[in-house]
Nanobody, 116 residues
Framework: QVQLVESGGGLVQAEGSLRLSCAASGSPFDGSDMGWYRQGPGKEREFVARIFWVGGSTSYADSVKGRFTISRDNVKNTVYPQMNSLKPEDTAIYYC?????????WGQGTQVTVSS
């Protein structure tokens, strides 16, 4: 059973930056990817970004391309989405995910609030 520990959420002004982190433990990492989803007020949960553990390839939602960058630390088993040029519409609960061979695990979520 994989454990995910998220941190880094908070309140930031528009055009500001935040860096979240998600540390994973309890699972092998071969064949896995880690990512982030978010759910804003009154909205459905949506994909934000993903990074594959082997090779490091990434993918992003169109809404965050050019503003968010996801990276990983193979030693700490941690992924970091760096979020720049934040907008009020980025306000949401951000959830870390760990996916391996079709099985997905979710973190508890961390709140990001962007004020205008």
């Amino acid at each position: 059973q994989v454990q995910l520990v998220e941190s880094g959420g908070g309140l930031v002004q528009a055009e500001g930056s935040l860096r979240l982190s998600c540390a994973a433990s309890g699972s092998p990492f071969d064949g896995s990817d880690m990512g982030w989803y978010r759910q804003g007020p009154g909205k459905e949960r949506e994909f934000v970004a993903r990074i594959f553990w082997v090779g490091g390839s990434t993918s992003y939602a169109d809404s965050v391309k050019g503003r968010f960058t996801i990276s990983r630390d193979n030693v700490k088993n941690t992924v970091y989405p760096q979020m720049n040029s934040l907008k009020p519409e980025d306000t949401a609960i951000y959830y870390c995910t760990f996916r391996r061979f079709g099985s997905i695990s979710w973190g508890q979520g961390t709140q990001v609030t962007v004020s205008s």
